[in-house]
């Protein structure tokens, strides 16, 4: 089950750098200029689990396979985008595969770093990216609305109900609000998100500030976390050159280099972990001697769901499923500990898989 996020910003404010850490490769070119990503570059990373390590342990596996999240590092973005300015339409076509955005955001001063506007302000440069991913939004609203026309003389139910939603989308974006800051219905939700407004994804932005900042951010960062507070969004503060150097360093001196800076874990962890919180992402585990794995599933899915991750023979055949929490698990040092103190519990096809859960499944082939 694939995720991507999008790494997106103004030229010049840590993208490539950012992907280069995160891919723990030199796949994307960092340069001082506009555009030096032209294809988006694609990287899998692992997201960080203490939980797997433990549960491994326990059970002697292996092998251990962490869950895994797509980053995309997708072109600099100008004003007119939305018009085709720059790389504008491939920038749009890009972020409109992905799940969720990454925004990165100039936090630090460098007079050897170009900036594209001349000036280091990232709420204007936030605001930049914002406006015009809901021109391009209010666009296509616009067009769809005209194209429902003739379908809602007719009455048709599939229309109405389109119209309805795309109505709401425009009067947020005529008032400048991203349509995230809407609250959508249940039952509204999967027609909602046909509609691919590329202001609907979540955003997490990503300060990106100097090595003296990394631990406590600046009043650049601050000013962003209030932004991002307001409009439904999340942030995260760090600096991309350091996290680059910590890519090519192994545990050992990965852990020396952030405890003298202050730094209980790095950056990219916190931006891997956030980007999974964005998603509304959880993790539950299938453990054996071996491998222990974990797997990722959308929050509110059900065992029958959970089980078609790992195959969809698992999800068609579904019986049952042999669940036991995390902290049972460890405390009563694995299945057989659980098993004998009743906490292993069968799980039926209702039941809504929770964060942490490890799961055996039974399934008719």
Known sequence: ?????????????????????????????????????????VGDVNVPDDRLEKLAAIAASKQIIPTRMTFVDIAGLVKGASKGEGLGNQFLANIRECDAIAHVVRCFEDDDVTHVDGRVDPLADAETIETELMLADLESVEKRLAGLSRKLRGNDREAVEQNRLLLMAREALEQGRPVRTLEIAEEDVRAWRMLQLLTSKPVLYVCNVDEDAAAEGNAHSDAVKRMAEATGAAAVVISAAIEEEIAQLDDAERDEFLESLGLEESGLDRIIRA???????????????????????????????????????????????????????????????????????????TYQVRDGDVLHFLFNT
Not at 5 to 29: D, H
């Open 1 to 41: 089950m694939g995720f991507k996020t999008g790494i997106v910003g103004l030229p010049n404010v840590g993208k490539s750098t950012l992907f280069n850490a995160l891919t723990r490769t030199a796949a994307a070119q960092a340069a001082n200029f506009p555009f030096c990503t032209i294809e988006p570059n």
């Open 275 to 349: 980007g999974h919180a964005l998603l509304g992402l959880q993790t539950y585990f299938t453990v054996g001697p071996k491998e222990a794995r974990a797997w990722t599933f959308p929050k509110g899915a059900t065992a029958p769901q959970a089980a078609g991750i790992i195959h969809g023979d698992f999800e068609r055949g579904f019986i049952r499923a042999e669940t036991i929490a995390y902290d049972d698990f460890v405390s009563l040092n694995g299945e057989q500990g659980a098993k004998d103190a009743g906490r292993m519990r069968a799980e039926g096809k």
